[in-house]
């Protein structure tokens, strides 16, 4: 699985931005995927995740109510919608897959995650 993420860029606080991971390769739809992000000088952290069929998400206590992920499985894209983002929103976005295929548990650790995209830098300024 190949992951590439894109969408990112700079956006004023409380503005919005949405994140895309074009995923290919053929077991790509039948995993979970997510997002984490690496702000400088700080670990890599969890943002948000879903399952393989999209019924079930997850979420970062951080970005809950403002941000939404969603899959499009006839597309092998996962998107991330932004919205009333904050400065401390600024750090590099990357998408993951991974999980057992077609699994209900939807893992929200990093090292559950094989595959990673490149990453796409999203800056918020105050």
């Known amino acids: 699985v190949q992951l590439q993420a894109s969408g990112g860029g700079l956006v004023q606080a409380g503005g919005s931005l949405r994140l895309s991971c074009a995923a290919s390769?053929?077991?790509?739809?039948?995993?979970?995927m997510a997002w984490f992000r690496q702000a400088p000088g700080k670990e890599r952290e969890f943002v948000a995740a879903?399952?393989?069929?999209?019924?079930?998400?997850f979420y970062g206590d951080s970005v809950k109510g403002r941000l939404t992920i969603s899959r499009d499985n006839a597309k092998n894209t996962a998107s991330l919608q932004m919205t009333s983002l904050k400065s401390e929103d600024t750090a590099v976005y990357y998408c993951?897959?991974?999980?057992?295929?077609?699994?209900?548990?939807?893992?929200?650790?990093?090292?559950?995650?094989?595959?990673w995209g490149q990453g796409t830098l999203v800056t918020v300024s105050s």
């Open positions: 993951a897959a991974g999980g057992r295929q077609y699994s209900d548990v939807v893992p929200t650790f990093r090292d559950r995650y094989g595959y």
């Open positions: 390769g053929r077991t790509a739809s039948s995993l979970a």
């Open positions: 879903i399952g393989w069929s999209g019924d079930k998400t």
